[in-house]
């Protein structure tokens, strides 16, 4: 009988164990990340990184929504939008890429009740004082090393001038217009001439249909006042598109886009299908770059960085954010970790450099620079 009842102790303190690990695990599972993005029509790589993550995770686990194509006039959509996120309990994380304006208050309005969220920002279009206020890591290319950057590459592919075009909206930025300036002074120190041209901001009047054909009716004019050897730069990804058509079309230069990826406006531009089994395999897309600008003798002539850092922001942000909810690490801000979240997205290394403006330092805010690559 005592052996009877100790093995119906052991079954039951088993069964009890058992029962507790499910529990636990039920409510380790039991979370939610809100990724917000910008439109396919604004950006198409967020927006399909978004749809990564959810494809991986499934809606039990990620919520995606959007900014407004016209963010600028809609910001009360874009707080409620993240707001509606913040109400799920199960919420335990943001993932914001690209952080366009109305992001601040909206993260205002989500920690009037909710002060336990992660958020991870990316690609931030507003002051560093008020961005930073509101996220736990905050990134970006770093835009002032791309202003020694992109002259230094236009150099290398053979350019003596570089045109820049942008609008008032960007450029009343301070990372924009600072990196602006700094381009200035690389151009004059490496011997090209700078061209500030304004084109049509986006969210105006115009809209994006009027600023993309802007750009494809100014590349034009710009070559044929300076020449071929004229390299383009715009910081509006809407533009990228146009732009990349266009200096194609002309036999022009390309350094990079606005935010430097294989992704980012070239394949739309050149007219790749990329096969559904293809879809995400980063060196098929760069081989294809490759392939169809020598077909149009445009080899040597345009470049960019070897992975997407937006998408990369949206999708190692997100496995980063996944560690914290987990309990995997503490502390919000974890370099190191993040470090290697990037190379197991990218596959290389980044520099990552932490953000002074002003003589302030931001502990929570960094900026990000990887190699160009030819095509």
Same mark, same amino acid.
């Given at each position: 009988?005592?052996?009877?009842?100790?093995?119906?102790? $052991?079954? $039951?303190?088993?069964?009890?164990? $058992?029962?507790?690990?499910?529990?636990? =695990?039920?409510?380790?599972?039991?979370?939610?990340? #809100?990724?917000?993005?910008?439109?396919?029509?604004?950006?198409?790589?967020?927006?399909?990184?978004? @749809?990564?993550?959810?494809?991986?995770?499934?809606?039990?686990?990620?919520? *995606?929504?959007?900014?407004?194509?016209?963010?600028?006039?809609?910001?009360?959509?874009?707080? =409620?939008?993240?707001?509606?996120?913040?109400?799920?309990?199960?919420?335990?994380?943001?993932?914001? !890429?690209?952080?366009?304006?109305?992001?601040?208050?909206? /993260?205002?309005?989500?920690?009037?009740?909710?002060?336990?969220?992660?958020?991870?920002?990316?690609?931030?279009?507003?002051?560093?004082?008020? /961005?930073?206020?509101? #996220?736990?890591?905050?990134?970006?290319?770093?835009?002032?090393?791309?202003?020694? #950057? /992109?002259?230094? @590459?236009?150099?290398?592919?053979?350019?003596?001038?570089?045109?820049?075009?942008?609008?008032?909206? *960007?450029?009343?930025?301070?990372?924009?217009?600072?990196?602006?300036?700094?381009?200035?002074?690389? !151009? =004059?120190?490496?011997?090209?001439?700078?061209?500030?041209?304004?084109?049509?901001?986006?969210?105006?009047?115009?809209?994006?249909?009027?600023?993309?054909?802007? /750009? $494809?009716?100014?590349?034009?004019?710009?070559?044929?006042?300076?020449?071929?050897?004229?390299?383009?730069?715009?910081?509006?990804?809407?533009?990228?598109?146009?732009?990349?058509?266009?200096?194609?079309?002309?036999? =022009?230069?390309?350094?990079?886009?606005? !935010?430097?990826?294989?992704? *980012?406006?070239?394949?739309?531009?050149?007219?790749?299908?990329?096969?559904?089994d293809k879809m995400g395999d980063l060196q098929y897309a760069i081989d294809e770059i490759t392939k169809i600008m020598a077909e149009k003798g445009m080899t040597g002539r345009t470049s960019t960085w070897p992975v997407p850092v937006a998408m990369m922001f949206i999708e190692a942000g997100t496995e980063y954010?996944?560690?914290?909810?987990?309990?995997?690490?503490?502390?919000?801000?974890?370099?190191?970790?993040?470090?290697?979240?990037?190379?197991?997205?990218?596959?290389?290394?980044?520099?990552?450099?932490?953000?002074?403006?002003?003589?302030?330092?931001?502990?929570?805010?960094?900026?990000?620079?990887?190699?160009?690559?030819?095509?």
């Amino acid at each position: 009988m005592n052996h009877y009842r100790k093995s119906l102790l $052991l079954v $039951l303190t088993v069964v009890f164990v $058992l029962t507790l690990m499910t529990f636990s =695990a039920m409510g380790q599972d039991k979370w939610k990340i #809100g990724i917000m993005t910008t439109t396919v029509t604004q950006n198409e790589e967020e927006y399909r990184a978004a @749809q990564h993550v959810l494809a991986k995770y499934g809606p039990e686990h990620i919520i *995606h929504m959007t900014f407004p194509d016209k963010f600028m006039d809609e910001q009360e959509t874009s707080i =409620a939008n993240l707001v509606s996120m913040a109400s799920d309990p199960d919420l335990k994380g943001l993932v914001i !890429c690209q952080a366009v304006p109305g992001t601040a208050p909206g /993260i205002d309005a989500v920690k009037e009740f909710r002060d336990d969220l992660f958020i991870f920002i990316g690609q931030p279009q507003e002051d560093p004082p008020v /961005i930073s206020a509101g #996220g736990d890591i905050v990134m970006q290319m770093d835009e002032m090393g791309m202003g020694v #950057g /992109i002259p230094t @590459q236009a150099k290398n592919l053979g350019a003596k001038v570089l045109v820049h075009y942008s609008f008032p909206r *960007h450029m009343s930025y301070p990372l924009l217009s600072g990196r602006r300036e700094l381009m200035k002074e690389t !151009c =004059a120190r490496l011997g090209l001439e700078f061209v500030d041209a304004t084109s049509p901001d986006p969210t105006g009047d115009a809209g994006t249909t009027g600023s993309q054909q802007f /750009i $494809l009716e100014d590349v034009p004019r710009m070559v044929e006042k300076y020449g071929k050897d004229t390299c383009f730069f715009s910081t509006n990804c809407s533009q990228q598109i146009p732009l990349i058509s266009a200096v194609v079309a002309t036999g =022009a230069l390309y350094a990079q886009p606005c !935010c430097p990826s294989p992704y *980012h406006g070239f394949p739309s531009a050149l007219g790749m299908e990329i096969p559904e089994d293809k879809m995400g395999d980063l060196q098929y897309a760069i081989d294809e770059i490759t392939k169809i600008m020598a077909e149009k003798g445009m080899t040597g002539r345009t470049s960019t960085w070897p992975v997407p850092v937006a998408m990369m922001f949206i999708e190692a942000g997100t496995e980063y954010v996944k560690d914290w909810i987990d309990g995997k690490f503490t502390e919000k801000v974890n370099i190191p970790l993040l470090k290697e979240k990037f190379f197991e997205y990218s596959g290389v290394d980044a520099k990552l450099t932490q953000l002074e403006e002003g003589g302030v330092k931001y502990d929570n805010y960094y900026g990000i620079l990887v190699d160009h690559i030819t095509f």
